[in-house]
């Protein structure tokens, strides 16, 4: 019996050297549930194209529940035109499993993974305990060990909400950051908080680039609700903005635009690397920001 064939493709560039001459511009996408989301995704990353994004992201999904959809969305990408990297958890996985995943990325030309620990799903708690690496650090060195990936780790500007203090929180990051090329933040809305990240990461001894994560808010309720989750914070003002003009999707589009525009520019008049967007697999408010900051650029 033959093993499955490996379609190779190019290699991909990496993020590290990217960002070395960057500014670069990203985007995270996530698997969808149907093939009708997938085509959908598609027509966005067709839409996206003359942008020319430095790369892509692709979650995984801790648990197993899109672990699969993750290399297939991956590969879309890839034949797209588009520079990628995939996430990896830990969570629940084997080192042998996690290193068969890297293997096989590595063999089809990919680059550059968010390597991260994850966090089990509310249906399987016990999966933390279950899986043979503890901590998004072992899976950087873990990648590392399988082959000459560019590394990126999670990051939370406004800290996790898994820390019991400012300190701990800052601490941990650190140690993460510190060991990966580079970090991609959880979304944030003021940019205050990212910059007091960098300033106490640099006073760690941390200079590793780490890009923002932006949201184009689209939809109010639903960043209300990764917010919570994530540990960030929506700023009043902008909550009550929102909350007037909920029934007007156009309209919350717009002050989602405006917003994530607004943070964008001043964290790259700040030295911010890039800025990687949280599109939710859709094409019309990313590229409306991208617009905003002059992108496409005449060549
Ligand atoms: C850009 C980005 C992309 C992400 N993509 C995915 C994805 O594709 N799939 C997915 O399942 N999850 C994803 N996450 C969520 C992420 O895995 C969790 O937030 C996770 O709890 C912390 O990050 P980590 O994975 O780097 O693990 P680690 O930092 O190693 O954390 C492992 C455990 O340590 C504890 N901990 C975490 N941070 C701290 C801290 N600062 N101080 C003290 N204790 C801490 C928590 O219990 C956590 O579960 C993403 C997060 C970010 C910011």
């Given amino acids: 019996m033959s093993a499955e ?117 509310k249906d399987n708690p016990e999966l933390t305990d279950v899986g043979e690496l503890k901590r998004a650090w072992e899976l950087v060195e873990l990648a590392r060990e399988v082959a000459d990936f560019s590394v990126g780790a999670a990051a939370h500007p406004e800290g996790h909400p898994a820390a019991p203090d400012r300190e701990t929180d800052r601490k941990h990051q650190a140690a993460k950051l510190q060991l990966a090329d580079f970090g991609v933040t959880q979304f944030f809305f003021r940019a205050e908080d990212y910059l007091a990240f960098i300033e106490d990461l640099s006073a760690l001894g941390v200079e590793t680039p780490i890009i923002p994560g932006i949201i184009p808010i689209t939809d109010a309720k639903q960043v209300q609700k990764f917010a919570a989750m994530s540990g960030a914070e929506v700023p009043a003002e ?29 964290l790259l008049d700040e030295g911010a690397p890039g800025l990687h967007l949280y599109a939710l697999n859709r094409a019309q408010a990313t590229s409306e920001v991208l617009r905003n900051l002059g992108l496409p650029r005449e060549v």
């Avoid at 007037?244 to 520019?265: F, M, N």
Wanted: glycine letters at 10%; one cysteine or more; a neutral charge.
């Fill in 5 to 121: 064939p490996v379609t190779r493709t190019r290699p991909d560039p990496k993020i590290g050297e990217l960002l070395a001459a960057g500014p670069t511009y990203s985007i995270e996408l996530f698997p969808p549930k149907t093939d009708q989301g997938r085509a959908n995704l598609q027509g966005a990353l067709e839409e996206l194209t003359p942008f020319g994004l430095s790369f892509v992201s692709v979650t995984y999904g801790a648990g197993g529940s899109t672990q699969d959809r993750t290399q297939t969305i991956v590969d879309d990408a890839v034949g797209a035109g588009y520079t990628t990297m995939p996430h990896l958890t830990c969570i629940g996985s084997s080192r042998a499993h996690l290193r068969g995943l890297l293997t096989g990325y590595h063999h089809k030309g990919r680059r550059n993974v968010l390597a991260l620990h994850g966090d089990a799903p």
């Fill in 238 to 266: 902008l909550a009550t903005r929102l909350d007037t003009v909920a029934d007007d999707p156009d309209e919350v589009r717009r002050i989602g635009v405006d917003t994530a525009t607004d943070l964008a520019k001043r």
